[in-house]
């Protein structure tokens, strides 16, 4: 299991920090598994699962370290393009901002708003009238069209009562 | 003739009026969202999952399919005039196609991508015709230790044969085995991994880690690289028509498409890349004139066309007659029978002939509309491609959000999608593959009561999946699978190829 080549798979350090996620997350597959109770007579429980698959997370989690250590001996030490974070950041914080409306009960149409023009911001877009337009009409035809045409429940909140 | 008569008879429930109105919703809307930048034909159907819920079963599944190769068809046009493969089945249709679409032969290009896939459809449906009913016949005979053996060896084949990292490939594939562990157990009742939350006990659900995986994943990663120049696309200039030229060289392109995709497709070996790729490579070493190829042949679009549309085709033999999805689509396609609790595999042939049959049958006229769709419309179609970005991944986010709120009304249900769409995000910054988490999410639970039972019908006897012929292997196919990558790339370093 040889990354070889920059290019291919993160940077030494990255790979190091997957490899201790991947143990801690045998390390909960083995706990749960430890509180369940002992497997019936005949055949194995509900437990046998936790501790195979937890088995395997940790081997890939070992694994990730001796990958790591090849790719420091092959100098993979610096991570390839930055990437463009305030973009990043805008969507990320339209999509939490989007869970807290719904959490607050302003209900589907205002959050769906949200969501589309704080993502638009991030791909560049400028806030203002056009794309808030867009985005009440787009929030507005989705909402009627599921729960009208195919009869399902969205959130709701005043707005969504002012057209019930 | 017994294969005939129910393909009549599935033509007889697929031509009812309903069920062809569904075939052309599907088609039109796999078209209609497939065709928008990066979205690949698994994403489509995650997305329009939740349009489907309140239909009956048979429409529903027949809408499905439409969706399915709507969006396939969809993402060809995508990868020929904005070079944007949806999928990485398409990326070798990205490359010569774009070329011809940017020499003025986009319409040629179009033509015989549209063309190839219905040809390749239409041969692999047949095909699927007559080979489910064979495997489903062998299937009635399989033990849990076979099904058990067969899962296992679906497990290697999608995350390790064929990626680039057999580490990475299998990470992906254990973090969607974690995720299928989370839940009631069926057979216990009792609770795993769900610390107390009624929101964990249902278990992770495919449709959120899908749409999370594919649809959020890719939006942050975009947002990530994006540097506010617009991609180009190239409008189609010139006569849509193929001319004799272009139907010599494509027709036998497209057989050999065939030929490659769907036994490919068929095999558990995990969906449509590997046979575009060959397909590519093979045209281009029979090629008349191979000095075209990079520059705009047209046989490097027919052929991994065709091969792509047949490996689509393919993967659905293991999942009608063994309930087996062996790429991320067919997850998603196995995800739409269970919200209707239709389990694929061979019960299903006997319990719901209509279904299966008129869904198979369904796929010819699904093939013939989109034909028929694409071709004269691709003006309408373009028009698609010049969505602005801003506007395109925000409705995308608006549609996925909404898609998961309908399944689920619940802002935690909406949590867990943006944690998969944060993840989704991270492994396409690592390059880790997709697609084997969500088959490890599906399969996973699958093969564990398999595994199970086969355990408690050998009253405990560990040894049971080697005193079985057919486990035993299909098991020492899955280890060889595993470790022939490995092998290779051991000898590749000691001839010192592997700078």
Redesign the interface.
Known sequence: ?????PP???RWQ?QCG?GVA?LL?AA??WY?AGR??RA?T?????A???WL?GG??AL?GL??FV?AWRARQAGHTHAG?R???T??G???A???G??VL??VGAG?ML??LW???L???????RIGPK?LG??AV??IA?YLF?TKA??????SGPLERLLA | MEVLHSLLHGLSVAIQPGNLLFAGIGVLLGTLVGILPGISPSLTVALLLPVTFKLDPTGSIIMFAGIYFGGMYGSSTTAILLNTPGEAASIATAIEGHKMARAGRGGPALATAAIGSFFAGTIATLCLALLAPTIVDLAVGFGPWDYFGLMVLAFVTISATFGSSVLRGITSLALGLVLGLIGIDKLTGQARLAYGLPSLLDGASITTLAVGLFAMGEALYVASRFTGVQETIEAVRGSLWMTADDWRRSWKAWLRGVGLGFPIGALPAGGAEVPTLLSYTIERKLAGEPNQFGKGAIEGVAGPEAANNAAATGTLVPLLALGLPTSATAAMLLAGFQQYGLVPGPLLFVTNTDLVWGLIASFFIGNLMLLVLNLPLVGLWVKLLTVPQPYLYGGILVFAAMGTLAANPSTFELAMLVAFGIMGYLMRCWDYPLAPMIVGLILGPMAEGQFRRALQISLGDPWVFFKHGGSATLLAIAAFALVAPLMFKGLRRLKGEDA
Request: aromatic share 6%; charged share 10%.
């Open positions: 299991m040889s990354e070889s080549g291919a798979g993160p990255t997957i991947l997350v909960v597959l749960d369940l109770p019936p005949v055949g194995v429980g509900p046998a699962a936790l698959v395997l997370v890939l694994a990730h990958t393009d990437g463009n974070h973009s990043l805008i969507v990320l339209a999509l939490v989007q869970i719904l959490e589907f959050s769906s969501l589309f023009a993502t638009a911001r991030g791909f560049g877009e794309l867009i985005g787009l929030s989705v599921f195919l009869s399902l429940a969205l959130p």
